[in-house]
């Protein structure tokens, strides 16, 4: 059997009722919904709550969202030139909130190369620079209250507990600003050279070093945690990229080790859910504690 994501048409009356909420019936060509094969047993398979409904004029995905998703779209997201999904609407059906945004058509970027790295790094700073120095806080305090959780488990482990306080207390003046929350490679889709950002259920205003760090912590040469294939020199390329666009920000110095931060939040966060197999999130968790550390001690 094919691991991975594939379709399957709908003959749920329901879906279809929504799907004309949003466009006449003769607009719906076809509807699938989007589904995951994850084991080798039949029963494997994860069903999301989300559809691709496909149109004359292209494709449109239908799903649940959440407030924060749709507060995303509606307060941040809608109307700007970002290389985002466009967002057509929502509509309420009893308890769920249902939306329909564009449908991205290309390939993730699972498999980086140079130029998908310089455009991604474009791709997020336009969205950074609008919102840079943003004041609001209903994401950022779930943020916060969140990795202080993540503290409490990690705090006790020699070195890197010390440099995740260090993290965490940088986090309280880090400068602010809209970010995807989620920023993965298989959140970023490759569309004639441009990345557009999609899955925005995460995001919110948050320290502007998250989504970087995010985007280069799980990407290797041997595709040893996710299946993201990133080269130190790409993260570099992505990095400086970033760097240069940014029009405000903090001395390369500050950038960087902002970053390094960042970091060592993302290797935590999957050690704490017990997503560490093999160990390789916290030797690198360690690794990256103790330039921390080091850089602490000269302070």
Not at 91 to 120: F, P, S, V
Request: proline letters at 3%; glycine letters at 8%; charged letters at 35%.
């Amino acid at each position: 059997m094919d691991m991975g994501i594939f379709e399957k048409e709908i003959t749920d009356e329901k879906i279809l009722e929504i799907c004309g909420k949003f466009l006449p019936p003769e607009e719906i060509v076809k509807a699938t919904r989007v589904c995951e094969r994850y084991g080798e047993e039949e029963e494997d398979v994860r069903e999301y709550d989300a559809y691709k409904i496909k149109t004359p004029v292209g494709e449109r995905i239908l799903k649940k969202g959440s407030e924060r998703e749709i507060n995303n779209y509606e307060k941040y997201l809608k109307g700007k030139s970002f290389n985002v999904p466009e967002y057509y609407g929502k509509y309420k059906e009893g308890e769920d909130n249902w939306i329909l945004i564009e449908g991205i058509e290309g390939e993730d970027l699972r498999d980086m190369t140079d130029e998908l790295a310089e455009a991604a790094a474009e791709s997020i700073t336009e969205i950074q620079n609008y919102y840079w120095g943003s004041q609001d806080t209903d994401r950022f305090d779930v943020y916060m209250e969140r990795i202080g959780r993540r503290y409490n488990y990690i705090k006790n482990e020699p070195v890197v507990g010390e440099a995740y306080q260090v993290f965490l207390e940088r986090q309280k003046t880090c400068p602010r600003t809209m970010s995807n929350g989620d920023f993965l490679e298989f959140n970023a889709i490759n569309k004639g050279g441009k990345v557009h950002i999609i899955d925005w259920g995460f995001g919110g205003v948050m320290p502007y070093s998250l989504d970087i760090a995010r985007f280069i912590a799980h990407g290797t040469k041997d595709r040893a945690t996710f299946p993201f294939y990133m080269t130190d020199t790409q993260k570099r390329l992505f990095l400086n990229r970033v760097y240069e666009l940014l029009e405000e920000k903090p001395d390369y110095d500050r950038f960087l080790y902002d970053i390094k931060l960042a970091v060592l939040n993302e290797y935590v966060e999957f050690v704490e859910a017990d997503e560490d197999e093999n160990g390789w999130y916290i030797d690198h968790a360690r690794s990256l504690a103790k330039e921390i550390y080091m850089r602490l001690m000269k302070e």
